[in-house]
């Protein structure tokens, strides 16, 4: 299961992974918030498969701006900043019904070590504005514990990450906002 990760004042060892001591390192702020409305913010690391589909269902319907997502071959890190829906309040404001649903999103990084390599497929590098939709995070192990990790975008686009092994962190950042509407797959509306 993903593991919530220390404390926001300075960067924690939080659990031990295939390839050693995981150092959490994404020190942030005080919290995620809106007025006078508190999101319960995410800070979770991911070490093996069933860490990173947790990871991948808080960050279905992220949006990405291409120029938020960053390659560091020297460092063998990828870090992405997103607007993540919050759908743990998206299904307590449908199950009460009684008034208008006020769905929100954070910002939120996610960063992977220990990257080998990155590829992208249908991404167009050079639209820094461009929004990407993210719709999954995989991983498929291979020669354990090093596997790929692929994030699938809405429209075809994907990356795809080796990793000597898994070791993945997701943290909120900053400021709640609200969302227009909640993500639908099943109709042709943009998602905002």
């Known amino acids: 299961m993903s593991r919530p990760i220390g ?6 060892t939080a659990a031990t992974g295939p390839c050693g001591p995981v150092i959490c390192s994404l020190v942030v702020g ?9 999101m319960e913010e995410l800070k979770l690391i991911a070490l093996d498969k069933d860490d990173v589909e947790v990871m991948s269902a808080h960050l279905q319907d992220a949006l990405v701006k291409v120029g938020d997502i960053l ?3 020297r460092e063998h890190r ?6 993540r829906f919050d759908w743990m309040n998206a299904v307590d404001a449908d199950a009460l019904k009684s008034k208008a649903p ?8 996610l960063r992977f070590e220990r990257v080998v390599s990155c590829k992208c497929r249908g991404l ?4 820094k504005d461009s929004v990407l939709n993210l719709l999954a ?5 291979h020669d354990a514990p090093a596997g790929a990790v692929t994030l699938t975008f809405s429209g075809g686009g994907a990356i795809r990450l080796e990793v000597e092994c898994l070791e993945a962190e997701l943290v909120d950042l900053g400021e709640v906002f609200a969302a227009m509407a909640c993500p639908d797959h099943f109709s042709n509306t943009k998602v905002v």
């Open 78 to 83: 990828f870090v992405m900043a997103v607007n």
């Open 102 to 109: 006020e769905y929100r999103r954070c910002r939120t990084a």
């Open 7 to 12: 404390p926001r004042h300075a960067p924690t």
């Open 71 to 73: 390659w560091r071959p």
């Open 137 to 141: 995070i995989e991983f498929a192990e």
């Open 124 to 127: 167009d590098q050079n639209g």
């Open 30 to 38: 005080r919290g995620c918030r809106q007025r006078n409305v508190v």
